[in-house]
């Protein structure tokens, strides 16, 4: 069974930095494409990020776009997330999954499994 770990959330000021980590247990990351997504509270859930295989492609919400970067390491069997200049907009809870489809589309939710229990990001003063 495909497993994700999600760590690195926390709490952090408004323009400050996190990088989250992606873990895959049981099995290696280097064959699927993954995505990150979030989830505010009220709110659905929302793509964010998603990256190929090989780390040659990525795909990015225009939310993020400039302020978040994907990559991957597979030797380390992890894709990460690095978030750069943060708003409070940007607080949720923040999942990765591995996409089903291999085509990195954000806006279906339903083309993603094997989801991680998600870490929280806060964004506050």
């Known amino acids: 069974q495909l497993q994700l770990v999600e760590s690195g959330g926390g709490l952090v000021q408004p323009g400050g930095s996190l990088r989250l980590s992606c873990t895959a247990s049981g099995f290696t990351l280097d064959y699927y494409f993954i995505g990150w997504f979030r989830q505010a509270p009220g709110k659905g859930r929302e793509g964010v990020s998603c990256i190929s295989s090989r780390g040659g492609s990525t795909n990015y919400a225009d939310s993020v776009k400039g302020r978040f970067t994907i990559s991957r390491d597979n030797a380390k069997n992890t894709v990460y997330l690095q978030m750069n200049s943060l708003k409070p907009e940007d607080t949720a809870v923040y999942y990765c999954?591995?996409?089903?489809?291999?085509?990195?589309?954000?806006?279906?939710?339903?083309?993603?499994?094997?989801w991680g229990q998600g870490t929280q990001v806060t964004v506050s003063s």
């Open positions: 999954a591995v996409d089903g489809f291999r085509g990195c589309r954000l806006t279906r939710t339903t083309d993603f499994r094997s």
